[in-house]
């Protein structure tokens, strides 16, 4: 289905996370972070989407844990900067799907 999300029409699945990466931008996960709480969209955050884009483009499957090890932050960080659900939002925010290890 379709979504407006920071003036862009996207393709969302039935949980509005998009369903085409390559449809993403900056602005959109601003729009989606105000969306799910996180008023301001830090370097650190933007920092975090990169990795998980990457991660999702490796074919990585994506937890909490690995998140953690990364050396991009660590999971308390992790849950500072997405404390409504750090992987869920995080991915919603970074444009990939919803990762297995969410329920």
Same mark, same amino acid.
């Given at each position: !289905?379709? =979504?407006?999300?920071?003036? #862009?029409?996207?393709? /969302?699945?039935?949980?509005?996370?998009? +369903?085409?990466?390559? $449809?993403?931008? =900056?602005?959109?996960?601003?729009?989606?972070?105000?969306?799910? &709480?996180?008023?301001?969209?830090?370097? =650190?955050?933007?920092?975090?989407?990169? @990795?998980? $884009?990457? $991660? @999702?483009?490796?074919? /990585?499957?994506? +937890?909490? %844990? &690995? /998140?953690?090890?990364? &050396?991009? /932050?660590?999971? =308390? $960080?992790?849950?500072?900067?997405?404390?409504?659900?750090?992987? #869920?939002?995080?991915?919603? !925010?970074? &444009?990939?799907? %919803?990762?297995?290890?969410?329920?």
């Amino acid at each position: !289905m379709e =979504k407006v999300i920071a003036g #862009k029409s996207v393709d /969302v699945d039935t949980n509005g996370y998009l +369903t085409d990466l390559s $449809q993403w931008n =900056k602005e959109i996960a601003i729009e989606i972070g105000k969306e799910e &709480g996180i008023d301001e969209v830090s370097d =650190k955050h933007l920092e975090v989407l990169t @990795y998980l $884009q990457d $991660q @999702y483009k490796k074919d /990585v499957a994506l +937890t909490i %844990r &690995g /998140v953690g090890k990364s &050396g991009v /932050v660590d999971i =308390k $960080q992790l849950y500072v900067l997405f404390p409504k659900g750090p992987l #869920k939002i995080s991915s919603k !925010m970074a &444009g990939i799907p %919803r990762p297995k290890s969410c329920i």
